[in-house]
């Protein structure tokens, strides 16, 4: 794992000096620099040469989303994004991922000093992970091939699997990528997507209008049924899927598994356990989640797959499905979806 080098870029000296702290006290993080606007933070990029950027999205001059565009126009760089939770602030939240963020990370403007700490404490493990991460040339948006392919299974029967995969760190635009080639009649998916419920709900809205499919938010006895994606985002609740006909969503009220919640080891294992018919995958994001479940899967008998490592904004989760010795087969975004679609069904 390779140590992070920040430059941390924000209008506020206050915000600056609470952020250099915060990484600053985090193992294998050094902070190369800061900047007030981005004209000085890009005579610093070329300067010290910084191996990750926190960007604030409200600066003066240029914003912090049009100096990101241009980073990854001319010299891309794993960069967080740091913004408000408002409205306002969730919509350039998704701009941003779209543009080729690494992360949008929420100031907790509003937060008791125990709950900022606590927030502002998971940003070193985020730019840690981020420094490590594959930054690609530009944006993976939702192509013409990708549109017509989603087009063409107009036709698609699904065969009653369900489809459970899990993402955080990259996986708005992971997710984009595999559900525009989701067809109308996809198989019931259920996805742990580990971001702020807002981004989430955001997403969410924006998904329902741009892929044939329906997306809706993991609600408590919620029918799986096909044609329809869940995602699950509260962190104050787990999913699993009970068995019945239909199959069902339980929201849980557990303690977090190994560090996650909702937990995508719990939920594979939850359909592992009700010897469902299912295909699990694993795409990117920091951390382990997911690796022990979709083990339980595959000792049942259902196909597993990850994002290919090379490929993942974030290869850490992947990764450690790989190594856990959890997975069938390692797949680029396109393959996985293919594979999906095909082991869950047929055109008519």
């Known amino acids: ?134 930054v690609r040339d530009k944006p993976r948006n939702r192509g013409p091939k990708a549109e017509a392919e989603a087009e063409a299974g107009g036709g698609y029967v699904s065969n009653g699997k369900i489809a459970a995969f899990s993402a955080s760190m990259g996986g708005v635009d992971a997710l984009t990528e595999v559900l525009s080639r989701y067809p109308k009649n996809c198989p019931p998916t259920v996805i742990i997507l580990q971001t702020e419920p807002a981004l989430a709900q955001m997403f969410i809205d924006r998904a329902n209008k741009d892929f044939p499919c329906a997306v809706k938010a993991a609600a408590d006895g919620a029918e799986l049924s096909s044609g329809t994606v869940y995602i ?29 919640r909702p937990s995508a080891t719990l939920l594979f294992g939850s359909i592992a356990r009700a010897s469902m018919p299912a295909i699990g995958a694993v795409l ?39 190594e856990a010795g959890a997975v069938d087969s390692e797949l680029r975004l396109e393959e996985l979806a293919a594979d999906i679609l095909a082991n869950c069904g047929s055109e008519g």
């Open 1 to 134: 794992m390779h140590d992070a080098r920040v430059l941390v870029v924000d209008d506020s000296a206050a915000m600056r000096a609470l952020f250099c702290d915060v990484l600053e006290q985090t193992k294998n993080i050094r902070v190369v620099g800061t900047a007030a606007n981005a004209a000085e933070a890009r005579d610093q990029i070329a300067e010290l040469m910084p191996n990750v950027v926190t960007l604030d999205v409200e600066m003066p001059g240029m914003s912090g989303i049009e100096f990101l565009e241009e980073i990854m126009t001319t010299n891309p760089l794993p960069v967080v994004m740091l913004s408000s939770l408002t409205q306002s602030g969730t919509e350039t939240s998704l701009k941003a991922f779209e543009l080729g963020a690494v992360e949008c990370f929420p100031k907790p403007l509003k937060a008791t000093p125990e709950q900022f700490a606590k927030t502002v404490g998971k940003l070193g493990k985020i730019v840690l992970a981020a420094a490590n991460s594959n």
């Open 284 to 322: 990117t994001g920091m951390g382990e989640d997911g690796a022990k479940g979709l083990k339980l899967l595959q000792a049942a008998g259902c196909r597993t797959l990850a994002q290919d490592r090379n490929t993942a904004t974030v290869p850490q989760a992947p990764a450690a499905a790989v």
């Open 232 to 260: 699950a985002s509260d962190p104050g609740k787990h999913v699993i899927v009970e068995p019945g006909a239909p199959a069902r969503l339980r929201l849980v009220e557990r303690d977090p598994v190994e560090g996650f």
